[in-house]
């Protein structure tokens, strides 16, 4: 008999032996001449380069042959790099299986929607329920664990790339067998199923287990439940792969594991759920080169990754130099850029500023992506200002485990997202994106520090609580809300929320229903308004009366309490309730049945700052102010996005050049600071 | 031995024991529990319901497993809508078979184009050629039957639902050895289909019936001919299944049936052929949300189910209460939009209206379109709404069995439309749709009744006919309309038109050569003009010069006859003939070669009307005015859709407010008058 | 032992027995029933009509089941054409299959990237590399070439039609193996292969030849490498299946051979390639109707098949006397369109004139395509145009085989073009076409003549080379573009140029590298505009000052001994160069890194005119003028697509008219002029 540990042990939750800001990025030197690998080094080196990411995508290098490893480069590889002081970060290579395996297993190939198999030639991994993919990449885990799990080189796990992207649903057979298993485990009986899914409606009623399918394509709309499901089921089965691969890992070595999320891209992943599941939370981000402020979508993606790992540092795993190579017009970062990017995502809670990739490609799809050593070498702009960023990093290593505090809540969940994402919806306009950013980019606008909260989760750290896009509301969502709200806490909902229940399903006493009482209003009938149209509204709170323009939605609102705050000029709600203010508690709820842009939002925002208590920063257009608290200092990281130089409120140090401040601090034109003020002072 | 009956019996043509208008809609209460049905049968007593749809999607509750049927809970149903005097229009189920079905014959899946099998999931029939389909259908429609063949609840049969939605053509092996034996009867030898389909060309032509195969997806563009014959051989396959079922309902059923109709969304079915096998003609229509006068495309579409009803009384089997789910943007109606579409319906010959649903559902596909109890229950503004249309309906029971006369016929063939459709037409811009509905606008707008009529058909009883898009017209019909011009009529037709034969070859003697003689112009090269050009024509007939715009196409005239009524002023026929005008026999054909806007079509009418010897109404705009004739009164039936109220000639007694009209009924803004005129008054 | 001979026989270039220009169409009677063809026959001499296209789609009648031939109509014919004198173009009809291939070889069906098989029904060809389609296409023409090799009749041979239309690249399991063999001819070893196609990047290294595949749908990028040798690999494929068919017609038949071109469609054919394997070259040309100014593709089409026929006269083997029917808008040609184009095909260098078709189809896929006789016979405007042109090309008998010399080479490269369609390009607004044609077009308005020639060619005659669209560049072309350049000559570069190398890896000294002592800069770094954004340039050389707009693109480059000669004012590289010269050598070489249209070109191409001492024609706008240099006179053919009369500079005798020319012809509003000048003159 032996005994079993009554506990786990704790794990360690950054990079082993790293102690200063991680500063790198990925390193792919099997697409180079080992003499090249010293170069490599020797720059690393001179930019100030400490942590890099290898072996993400080396498994045909690995394993050659089925079964046939072969790990001597890696041992020179990490033998140099541990030999210059660098750590590494390894992957295990299973997003790209090599062309041997889809050779040998055809049918592992991930199938899409209308049943086209897609095969070996890009990226991207099998069906991620296909038992050979798994069996496949819990070997190369188990063997890259073996022998590099006590390797002094190795700081950090990362395994696979991207869960999500490029494959997440897979309509194969092999999929759907273990979409039925898992219907099964989560339904119990085809009673349930049909109930949840709602199958009376179009004559869907399953009599036989074996007869539920994937939802691939059919003649009309295929159930949104099932749909929902199948979302559902492909997130549980790409975190099922990382599960086995990191326990696969756990069995030989203490280092801690990752696996790079992408928060914003919105993809297939409940990263609520896959948090969780790491050691350390890790995050990619590119910039939307299309969005002339892709800034604000940074910030949200770092606040979001923040949220994620609960507070604690955590690794900007990728982003870029310059530009990247995958959009339709792949814009060039301009000088200074990426310097702000990386203190922005350093402000927001990142310990670690890294990039894909270390040095350019010359070959394959993703040679004209940036990288910190380009195409044209030592003597470019791009190399200068990543030297300079690395030697400024070195100068903010005391901001490491800091961290940061937010006073509002942003919902976010990404089971709204997928749900409000499927067909047939009352208008095509309906953009949960678009609404979560407008939300977002007002209070950044007005400089407030924001979390991204799922709408169960305790809410009563925040005194305001804002929620533009919850289609799909639980009850017991919607119990969490009226709660927080009776307590004091202020909440702002916008339209087209609490709508459905987990199952797609309308709720019983109709749109709205978890919201009705915290809000004091219900929703009669949605009234979309036609393409372009606009509708005017009469702003009319607490003194202040004005014209407001918003387009895409309006609501036939019935009053249940709640005071009305703006009124419809015109449109098909005419005369009627736009926004309303609804004391529920000790606390308010707004509701806001139309869509204003960013600007007229900040109405709206105004009087729920005043309900909650919250003052906005009053900072200058195109700054951006966060502040992370370590035990005895405040850091105060300002980014100046603007063309003319600003000054801040700061008092201590500048940290990047070690000047003192005195009230306030001077931003260069498209420059950063870093103020070291006494905590209390 | 047993004897035959030597004729026919004659078939009830209105569901039975109906003696009101009939109101109410699609019930699925299979969607709620059974302590729902009982309020559902209380408020539509409240409503006035008289008639409910049931049975449409049961198909897998009824038969739970292949040859195994549970009637028990359309027993109970029956029998309590029976007990509240709520009649039933039973359907078949055939239009969404069960998961069972799938599973058991995957080759029954339809086929799209490029070959991807459409499955289970959503709703839609299997391969309406498929033996394993028919024999299922036959079967489950024998059994319905058999079992309420003559119960004392059922009205009326609704077989399937909607043929040719979401389901038409099939690319699938069954439907290609359908398709071979349908051409083979077709055609009787391959000599004949080769020529038929002009397989010369490309060198296509077929050495062995076996070679020849559905249309499906080819290098390049596949034969037209082809297509056109699939698009034929798919309407007949549907309609093979409707009479099926129906034969098989007629053997244990003398209560009428059913199936409904889509006439304007210019679907796979040729409904002169359809009305032809059902007991009474039935009709769904939706509004287009994106057309700001959607109204008049319901008029169109009432027009044209009244025509294929050959005049007789029709059902609307399905419109919404408020906003449906499936466009783009699903705008609600405003207040009092039902009821002006309801009673445009009944003015144009439909003596019930029906909607698509009773009770919202709450779950699948479509739970965000309307329903007459919404969501929102019975609080709200639809629910008032469809309880005083239910009313006014009662105070209109004598309208019932009146009937339209049309003094103007438009031509309308699903064949022309089928062919017109195909690819590599000399221009993008020609859209048969557009054409009928320009020509239907300025009818509508000028008061004039239409009936729709195919080519071939009688058109003695007209004073005009117009011909808007008649691009496959037969030999045999452009006699059938010389003829009708000879003897008096007056057509007008336009551009692009009498170009092509039954087979999609063009005629022997070139572009509009049926209908030569009739308009004494020929066609002798199309002037397509580019995106977005426009053309001035100067206008000069019967004293009125002006100058009009068109776009789209013009033609190379050249004149054997006609007169010139607009010539071009520039663009590729500059200087040549737009609009003609010829006297042939007693009639008149005017020929209009561009494409003239409906106000500019007011300018090619006015003269025709004139030569017809008709008047335009003369109403205010956008106040709609149809009768109905009675044995021994006229009803006028007055829609006003402006803001503002407006008078409308007529005399006797207005119905909804039971007052005496003298001279003239004012209609209030958005509101609706029934006048009975005695008739010769 | 039988003797070799020891060098090939010179084979005849020109259609046998044709001594005038020729004349005429594809014809194909067995469209119609023969007491037709009399009627054509005698149109046709009434026409001048001299040279027909026949037997191109007429498998399924030559060869009505496999293996058995029925030529007695074909027979018929020649004799029929024999006897009148007119000279037949005799087709191979491989391009079309007969229905009895695609049902015995199912698998030779063409498929498409994401794996839909291409069937019968349409038109085009199999799959090009399975061995069945290959023997039959050879059968068929070795069966033409025995029966009709020596025929009097028979003056050319017309290989299949349109290779790389409708059919290229072909993703089936034959096309997959060939694909192997063909790579491992390439490469030789697997070493080789992962080498050039960069395998490291994404793991796609392979161990074993049977898992390269060809590059179908995956799920996300597939390696551009293996997706360029893809399309060589069509290429060659396609061509190999041309030489069979060539090689068995030659075994029975010294009748030239050519397979017409498509030139500017810029199809999957690399035609420097294919003009090595025919005796004459031919070419397709239709007017693209959304084009305003498509008659300066013409010019480039004609430009481009003379270059490819090393500037021996060539055969125009289809044109459109008026609109086509395979575009959106099919623009008919307006009075004198049709003989413009004709003589701008002429004036560049070809010795025929040939249309598709000789007579409107009635039936299939182009019956609304303009044919010579259209669907309204001889009374039409179309067919007096084609008598006239047929007495026109009868006066101008003499210029046949004339030559033009070009001063002016713009480079063309296929692969480049192949390459740089690929995905993930910096930018979507990279567009070759659109460079090539902006260039092209600056040069036809300075009434400049232009071969096209390989990056790789001798380029030692021409005074000005220019490079619009040279993104795959190898080391090897870069050399010879310096040696030019060295040796006097002037070439300007556009943007994103000399990037990869002929395996689509970035030249590994950074972009532009092959270029990059020539032109005096290199390129950091890419900068491609935002969508719609415009940046200004300062313009400042040899004396001119000016401002001008550009979009698109920008470069970040370096200086490495080139003058400046525009700044960029704004935009991401304000203060930077955009336009530089430097003189290399004897010689000069021009870089511009931003998107000109056609009129700001004009400065820089004056510049460049300068350096390489060539002065424009000084013509008026919309006249064009190109001359042909016979032994003893010059023939100045002059065409003018203004709406007013102009005069072009001439002196000797118009060949159309017969009148004597003393300095200037006046050539009228859309005519043209042909005249003889006395060479040295």
Redesign the interface.
């Known amino acids: 008999m032996s005994s079993q540990p009554s506990s786990e042990p704790v794990r360690p939750t950054w990079p082993l032996g790293l102690d200063r800001i991680a500063y790198g990025g990925d390193y ?1 030197p ?2 180079w001449p080992e003499e090249v690998w010293k170069e490599d080094v020797t720059l690393m080196r001179e930019a100030g380069v400490n942590l890099v990411s290898v072996g993400i ?5 690995l394993e ?2 089925e079964g046939e490893f072969d790990f001597g480069w890696l041992d020179r590889l990490l033998e140099l790099l541990h030999d210059n002081g660098i750590r590494v970060d390894l992957g295990t ?1 299973t997003a ?5 395996f ?2 040998a297993h055809p049918d592992a190939r ?1 199938v899409t929607r ?12 099998a069906g991620p329920s296909h038992p050979a993919y798994r069996a496949a990449a819990v070997r190369i885990a188990d063997q890259l664990a073996r022998r590099y799990g006590r390797h002094p080189a190795v700081a950090l796990w990362h395994v696979h790339n991207e869960y999500g992207a ?2 997440s649903e897979d309509y194969s057979p092999a999929s759907a067998g273990a979409f039925r298993a898992w219907l099964q485990g989560r339904y119990g009986t085809l009673d349930a199923l049909n109930a949840a ?12 287990w ?4 994937v ?12 749909r929902l499901d199948f979302a559902r089921f492909t997130d549980d089965a790409l975190r099922a792969c990382f599960v086995a691969e990191r326990d696969a890992i756990r069995a030989h070595s203490d280092v801690p594991v990752t696996t790079n999320f992408m928060t914003t891209n919105c993809p297939s992943t409940d990263l609520w759920k896959w948090a969780d599941e790491v050691d350390v939370v890790s995050n990619d981000h590119y910039l939307t ?2 969005d002339p402020r892709a800034h604000v979508d940074l910030a949200l993606a770092a606040d979001l990754t923040r949220s994620l790992a609960r507070g604690r540092p955590w690794i900007l795993m990728e982003h870029s130099t ?2 990247v ?2 959009q ?5 970062k ?1 000088p200074g850029e990426m310097a702000r990017n990386a203190l922005s995502h350093l402000g927001r809670g990142s310990d670690a500023i890294l990039f894909f990739q270390w040095r ?9 992506h ?1 990288a910190m050593l ?4 030592t ?4 190399w200068r200002e990543v030297r300079a960023l690395g030697a400024d990093l070195g100068r903010l290593d005391e901001v490491r485990g800091s961290t940061v505090r937010a006073d509002v809540a942003l919902l976010w969940d990404w089971e709204s997202f997928w749900a409000q994402d499927l ?7 309906l953009d949960h994106r678009e609404r979560v950013r407008a939300y977002y980019e007002r209070l950044w606008r007005d400089g407030l520090t924001v979390d991204l909260a799922h709408p169960g989760a305790d809410l009563s750290g925040y005194r305001l609580v804002v929620a533009p896009a919850s289609y799909l509301l639980t009850a017991a969502s919607g119990d969490n809300l009226s709660r927080y709200v009776a307590q004091g806490g202020t909440l702002v909902v916008s339209y087209f929320s609490g709508i ?1 229940d987990e ?4 709720h ?1 006493d ?2 709205g229903a978890p919201l009705r009482t915290t809000l004091g209003v ?10 372009g149209e606009t509708v005017r509204l009469a702003w009319d709170h607490d003194g202040e009366r004005t014209e407001l323009v918003a387009d895409v939605w309006a609501d ?1 609102l ?1 009053l249940e309490g709640a005071d009305v705050v703006a009124t419809y000029l015109d449109g ?1 709600a005419a005369g009627r309730a736009a926004v309303t203010r609804h004391r529920h508690g000790a606390g308010t709820g707004w509701y806001v049945s139309t869509r204003l842009d960013v600007d007229a939002l900040a109405h709206v925002l105004r009087g729920a700052y005043a309900d909650a208590g919250l003052t906005p920063a009053g900072l200058p257009d195109e700054v951006e102010v966060v502040r992370r608290d370590g035990p005895t200092a405040r850091f105060v990281v300002a980014i100046n996005h603007a063309d003319a130089p600003v000054d801040v409120p700061a008092d201590g140090t500048e940290l990047l050049t070690g000047t003192a401040v005195r009230g306030r601090v001077t931003v260069p034109a498209g420059g950063v600071a870093v103020v070291r003020e006494h905590r209390g002072g």
């Open positions: 792919n099997e697409q995508f080396s498994w045909a290098l050659p042959r290579p790209s299986p090599p062309a041997w889809f050779a991930v209308d049943g086209t198999p897609l095969g070996f030639g890009s990226r991207g991994m490029p494959v899914w709602g199958t009376a409606f179009w004559g869907q009623r399953y009599g036989d074996a007869h539920v399918d939802p691939a394509v059919a003649p009309s709309v295929v159930n949104p439940a099932q080169a299309a310059s530009a190579n995958w339709p017009r792949n814009i060039a301009r350019a490609s010359r070959s394959g799809a993703e040679k004209f940036s380009p195409h044209a070498g003597t470019s702009r791009v067909e047939w919806r009352p208008s095509v306009d459905v199952h797609d399903a309308v019983p109709g749109y219900s929703v009669e009938e949605f009234l979309p308004l036609r393409e036939d019935v098909p």
